[in-house]
Nanobody, 127 residues
């Protein structure tokens, strides 16, 4: 089992930056693919970003590409999401997730392949 706790969310203005963190415990996360997903009000959960087990592969949703950066620090069992140039449409609850069942590129984007989830952190971007 892996327990995951997100932090770093908040209320910001459009154009601002935020850095989300996800602290994992229970097992070392080096064996897991890690990802960020989000759910906006009245919308389905959507993929944001993911990072491979050794950090050598990263994937981003088109809507955040060039603005967000995912990183991992396995020594600290921590996952980060640096979010720059935030927009009102980035408003959502952000969840970190981990999986040891992701192997192919398409699976990085699929929430159903992730087994461990945090409880989420709210990000609100005002215009």
């Amino acid at each position: 089992q892996v327990q995951m706790v997100e932090s770093g969310g908040g209320l910001v203005q459009a154009g601002d930056s935020l850095r989300l963190s996800c602290a994992a415990s229970g097992r070392t996360v080096s064996r897991y693919v890690m990802g960020w997903f989000r759910r906006a009000p009245s919308k389905e959960r959507e993929f944001v970003a993911a990072i491979g087990r050794s950090g050598d592969y990263t994937y981003y949703a088109d809507s955040v590409k060039g603005r967000f950066a995912i990183s991992r620090d396995d020594a600290k069992n921590t996952l980060h999401l640096q979010m720059n140039s935030l927009r009102p449409e980035d408003t959502a609850v952000y969840y970190c997730a981990a999986s040891d069942r992701v192997y192919y590129r398409t699976e990085f984007y699929t929430g159903g392949r992730y087994d461990y989830w945090g409880q989420g952190t709210q990000v609100t971007v005002s215009s």
